[in-house]
């Protein structure tokens, strides 16, 4: 991450950012910082910059001419690849800066930050440049150097390299709006006081429950304006042989580190009606079969009711393509109560190719899983303000159900243990538990049953299918979202 900062005293800006964390970030050279005094653009021979408000009042006024050329000298060192950089000019009349607003500014490759002193900047160089006005909270600086400062450190910790693995930014509290449980280490009585017992012992669960309860105890008592904005993320998934379940986790991980999550791949949860409030997310997820929702006993998703809750549906495809699936989840869910704010469509690896979709989800994916969760903060705090906004996704709500030809399976009955795995496992009960035939008219083709098979007694010749999928859908797809 580069950081040009446009400033009349580029030493505040240097001597804050080459210190402790960002000082060996910069020294590593995974963030760099380029201070670029105003002054030094000055078109007046006594290097002034600032000038007398027109209308009278008091304090000074920057000029606005040796602003742009600051500003243009940082644009024109840039190969010009067409689009301006985001320039932020710090103000106290800018949006409160928050860790949302932080993470997407990490998101960036390079930052121009705009400090002003005196009473503020001509407005008209403003109107030119700036893309972004910032402020860090509501009290009074003597200029915006400190903010600039304080930007810097906080998006600094969100570029990848910056923090160690411990020091790690990725699962911090901030991020569910919860304040973090109390920490203790050795000795184990000091002046008397004792560490909480349940730390003493090596229960993970109850470790963890403990310090949930101490968050929100404390987050109530200290911060209680927080727990209002804090919205419990339940992921539902269905997901035979666990593709959708992982870009749902990758996914969910980077919106909350309290996800509930609901596997409808079981039968029995997917009886169950389970309600939200408007207060919480739901993220829906669901593997595509020939460019559809798979078709269950009753509707995926049937069962959950919404009250205006917002959700983001996901629909995770082998390569070929999503086709309806999205405006399918969509449909249903909004037909429940849920108010569809985002849809991402995850390419994972298909389970009739080992080619297709292989090793997805990447790195560059879990890029845009990232860049997509911090688009769905950011909507859900505007959501939060002026209501949510249901968003366009492409694909037919109400397909005709497609016919798909059915694979053929193959059973080796000499290997099979009948340890009725694949009974239990098989999400549409297709499996008879005595003889252990298929019933066609359930069977999804989504290949569970081989997969749990540990004898290997189960397979499957999808190899007509495979070859056409292979032909025309190798070249990998970049992951959409809406
Ligand atoms: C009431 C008129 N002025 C006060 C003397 C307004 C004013 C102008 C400039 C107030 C402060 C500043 C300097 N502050 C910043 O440049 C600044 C800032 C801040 O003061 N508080 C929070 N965030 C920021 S970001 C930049």
């Known amino acids: 991450m580069k950081f040009h900062v446009l400033t009349l005293f580029p030493e505040m800006i240097e001597n804050a950012v080459h210190t402790s964390i960002t000082g060996r970030a910069a020294k590593k050279g995974t963030i760099s910082l380029n201070t670029v005094n105003i002054r030094d653009f000055s078109v007046n021979k006594h290097m002034r910059v600032d000038d007398y408000p027109y209308g009278g009042g008091a304090g000074m006024v920057m000029e606005p001419e040796p602003v742009y050329r600051a500003w243009k000298s940082v644009a024109d060192l840039r190969e010009n690849n067409g689009k301006k950089p985001r320039c932020i000019y710090l103000t106290p ?7 949302t607003l932080v993470e997407e500014l990490a998101m960036e490759e390079e930052l ?6 005196y009473e503020g900047i001509d407005e008209r160089v403003l109107e030119e440049v700036v893309t972004d006005y910032v402020s860090i909270g509501d009290y009074v600086l003597t200029g915006g150097e400190l903010a600039a400062c304080v930007l810097i450190d906080a998006v600094s910790r969100f570029v990848p390299g910056v923090l160690s693995n411990e020091e790690s930014s990725q699962f911090e509290s901030i991020q569910d709006n919860l304040l973090e449980y109390p920490h203790y280490t050795r000795p184990e009585v000091w002046k008397n006081r004792q560490v909480p017992e349940v730390l003493l012992k090596g229960d993970h669960k109850k470790i963890q429950a403990w310090r949930m309860e101490k968050s929100l105890e404390r987050t109530r008592q200290r911060r209680p304006d927080l727990l209002e904005k804090n919205r419990p993320v339940t992921t539902a998934f269905f997901s035979p042989t666990g593709g959708t379940r992982k870009a749902a986790e990758i996914f969910t991980g980077y919106l909350t580190q309290n996800p509930r999550y609901l596997d409808l791949t079981r039968r029995k949860l997917r009886k169950k009606k389970i309600r939200f409030s408007s207060r919480e997310l739901l993220i829906a997820a669901a593997p ?3 460019g559809q929702l798979p078709v269950t006993e009753e509707p995926l998703f049937a069962n959950l009711q919404g009250e205006g809750t917002p959700c983001v549906v996901m629909a995770a495809y082998g390569n070929r393509h999503y086709d309806d699936t999205l405006a399918q989840m969509k449909k249903r ?16 690896p298909h389970i009739y190719s080992s080619v297709l979709g292989k090793g997805r989800p990447d790195e560059e994916d879990r890029k845009i899983l990232k860049k997509f969760a911090v688009e769905t903060k950011k909507r859900l705090e505007k959501g939060r303000t002026e ?3 249901s968003v366009q996704v492409p694909g037919n709500p109400d397909p005709e159900p497609k016919q798909m030809k059915p694979v053929k399976k ?3 009955s000499a290997l099979c243990t009948n340890c009725q795995s694949c009974v239990q496992k098989c999400p549409v009960n297709a499996i008879s538990q005595e003889t252990l035939e298929i019933r066609g008219d359930r069977c999804l083709n989504c290949m569970c049953c081989v997969k749990v098979c540990k004898a290997k007694a189960r397979g499957y010749d999808c190899s007509q299918v495979r070859q056409y999928l292979e032909t025309h859908y190798s070249t990998p797809r970049k992951i959409e979202f809406f």
Not at 112 to 117: A, K, N, P
Not at 333 to 348: K, N, R, S, T, Y
Request: aromatic share 10%; with cysteine; net charge negative.
């Open 93 to 99: 009349q800018g949006k409160v800066l928050n860790q």
């Open 112 to 117: 121009v930050l705009l400090c002003g002193h």
């Open 288 to 290: 595509v079969y020939g």
């Open 333 to 348: 869910l909004e037909e429940q109560g849920f108010i569809c704010i985002g849809a991402i469509a995850p390419v994972i």
């Open 387 to 389: 209501g949510f906004a």
């Open 410 to 412: 193959t059973f080796d």
